[in-house]
């Protein structure tokens, strides 16, 4: 190869990589920063959870040394399945708003009728609300999701729900196990 082509094929490459390196990466973080909040608090203000999956429920409350517990204080600690639990349930994005004025309908189709998880959320300053986890979208990548009392339903990335669904299924007793629900979920 002559010392004419190497010498242009390297000021290209050097032209592209400077390019790549310096070009607007606004595109990216816009797109990340627009996508709306399901919804979002303190998780550090979180004091309690109440998880129902399929009907079966269970209680985790937070003692004044800041240790999680199952089915009240005076029960057994979480394990390392539980950690990052009041992170996740401080809230989520959501790649889209599906409707803000579900129909009864909609909501049927959506699951969101008779949900299959739902989490309470309690805040040290006594507020509290419920999140309504529904049925997977058809390319079952995401869950339909609604906090009760509001109209707006949001698609939420199906393993959040698949964590909380966890909670229930494999009750995170201070083992430090943790297991998959991924084919119990589907299964239900």
Request: a negative charge; proline letters at 4%.
């Amino acid at each position: 190869m002559s010392f004419r082509v190497t010498s242009v094929l390297i000021l290209i490459v050097a032209v592209l990589g400077g390019y790549m390196a310096l070009r607007p990466r606004t595109e990216l973080e816009d797109s990340a920063s627009l996508r709306p909040w399901f919804y979002i608090v303190k998780d550090t203000e979180i004091n309690k959870l109440d998880v129902e999956y399929y009907g079966d429920e269970e209680e985790f409350i937070r003692d004044q040394n800041r240790k999680w517990h199952i089915g009240g204080l005076e029960g057994p600690q979480v394990g390392e399945a539980f950690s990052g639990t009041p992170f996740l349930a401080a809230g989520a994005r959501s790649p889209r708003i599906i409707t803000q004025e579900p129909s009864d309908s909609e909501l049927a189709t959506y699951g969101l009728i008779d949900p299959k998880i739902k989490l309470r959320v309690y805040m040290e300053d006594g507020e509290n609300w419920r999140v309504l986890i529904g049925g997977l979208t058809a390319d079952r990548v995401n869950n339909y999701a609604q906090v009760e009392g509001f109209d707006d339903v949001y698609l939420l990335d199906r393993t959040w729900g698949e964590h909380m669904a966890r909670l229930i299924t494999d009750t995170p007793v201070d083992t430090g196990e943790v297991s998959s629900a991924g084919s119990q979920l589907e299964g239900r």
